[in-house]
Nanobody, 114 residues
Framework: VQLQASGGGLVQPGGSLRLSCAAS????????MGWYRQAPGKQRELVAV???????NYADSVKGRFTISRDNAKNTVYLQMNGLKPEDTAVYYC?????????WGLGTQVTVSS
């Protein structure tokens, strides 16, 4: 399984970005899909996760600002990020779980700065 993320970039505080991540390869079914992020000098942390049935879970720091969704037919997960803050600056990694294996994308940089 390969994961290809896109949509990162530079945005001003208060702005929006939409990340996409498409899974390809020999996929029978994907369980959870999610987004994690890692800022310089910090550990990778969960941003949001969505199950195959559509249940979602968010980090407290992004609740109300970020929305995760997925298109199961396209094996794609999205992260709509609104109200971005400088502390959201990080490399964002998409993740797909095909139990029991966790797959990771290469990451896309999100920088929030004026």
């Amino acid at each position: 399984v390969q994961l290809q993320a896109s949509g990162g970039g530079l945005v001003q505080p208060g702005g929006s970005l939409r990340l996409s991540c498409a899974a390809s390869g020999r996929i029978y079914s994907i369980d959870d899909m999610g987004w994690y992020r890692q800022a310089p000098g910090k550990q990778r942390e969960l941003v949001a996760v969505i199950s195959s049935g559509g249940s979602t879970n968010y980090a407290d720091s992004v609740k109300g600002r970020f929305t995760i969704s997925r298109d199961n037919a396209k094996n794609t997960v999205y992260l709509q990020m609104n109200g971005l803050k400088p502390e959201d600056t990080a490399v964002y990694y998409c993740n797909a779980v095909v139990t029991p294996v966790w797959y990771w994308g290469l990451g896309t940089q999100v920088t929030v700065s004026s």
